[in-house]
C-alpha cells in the first residue's frame, strides 16, 4: 500500500488511450473516496471507471474494448479466468493488485496469475517506522478479516525488521493494572559546528513515526497482453 500501484495503473491506461478504446475497472467495496465510479488514487488523481464485484459483470461489454485495466485486482473471485480469457482475446490486460495479505499470506488468485502475464512489476513503498523500502503491510486495527479496504487509518507500510517490531509489540501481554507506566523524555536536540561557517546548526534528529508519510505495500501491476 502507499507504493503508487493505483497511479502506475492510471499512467499506463491513459498512454494508451491515445489510440485505443480503454475501459477501467473498480472494485465496488472500495469507496474510501466517496466515489464507485471511477478509480482513485491517494493523491486524489481519479479516472472514470465501472464499478463490480465480479469481472463477469462487464463480460458483455468488454468485447468493445482494445484495453482492460482493472484496480484492486486480488479482490475479484473470477480474476484468473477473465484475464487469461480477454488477453488470448487479443486485449491487452492491466491489473494492480495485492501479492499478500496484512498477515503476509498470499492472495492466491494473483500469484495464479504470475506465470500468465508477459510483464509483472513490483513496486514497494517507504517503511512508516525507519524509512527504509517497505515490503509489508501492518493492520493498525483489530480486524482478522482479510478485506478490509482503508487507507492510512488502517495501514501502514513497513519493512521486515519494522513488521516483526510491530507484532511482537502487538502480542506483547498486557501490564497488570496498576503498573507505573513510565514517561519517555523527549531527545534532546544535538547541536554541531558547520566547518567554514561560523554557525552552530542543529542535528536532525529521528521524525517520530506519526509524523512519517505513510506509504502502501508491496503492490503488483500485472500486464497481461
Not at 501481554?173 to 514517561?183: F, I, K, L
Request: with cysteine; charged share 30%.
Amino acid at each position: 500500500m502507499f507504493a503508487g500501484k493505483t497511479t502506475e495503473l492510471l499512467r499506463r491506461t491513459r498512454r494508451f488511450a491515445q489510440y485505443k478504446k480503454c475501459l477501467l475497472v473498480a472494485y465496488k467495496g472500495d469507496d474510501r473516496y466517496g466515489s464507485d465510479a471511477a478509480v482513485i488514487t491517494h493523491d486524489k488523481n481519479e479516472m472514470k471507471a465501472k464499478s463490480v464485484e465480479r469481472l463477469s459483470q462487464v463480460e458483455n461489454e468488454a468485447h468493445v474494448y482494445s484495453v482492460i485495466g482493472i484496480d484492486e485486482g486480488q479482490f475479484f473471485p473470477d480474476i484468473v479466468e477473465y484475464a487469461e480469457r480477454w488477453a488470448n482475446q487479443g486485449k491487452i490486460v492491466i491489473i494492480s493488485a495485492l501479492d499478500g495479505t496484512f498477515q503476509r499470506k498470499p492472495f492466491n488468485c494473483i500469484l495464479e496469475l504470475i506465470p500468465l502475464a508477459e510483464e509483472v512489476i513490483k513496486l514497494r513503498a517507504v517503511c512508516n517506522g525507519c524509512r527504509r523500502e517497505a515490503a509489508f503491510t501492518h493492520r493498525l486495527g483489530t480486524e482478522q478479516e482479510v478485506e478490509v479496504v482503508g487507507g492510512a487509518e488502517n495501514y501502514v507500510a513497513v519493512c521486515r525488521k519494522c513488521y516483526h517490531s510491530y507484532m511482537d509489540s502487538k502480542n506483547a501481554p498486557a501490564a497488570p493494572p496498576g503498573t507505573p507506566t513510565s514517561v519517555a523524555r523527549p531527545k534532546r536536540r544535538s547541536s554541531r559546528l558547520v566547518a567554514g561557517s561560523g554557525q552552530h546548526r542543529r542535528a536532525s534528529s529521528p521524525l517520530p513515526a506519526s509524523d512519517i508519510e505513510e506509504r502502501r505495500l508491496s503492490l503488483q501491476a500485472l500486464t497481461l497482453r
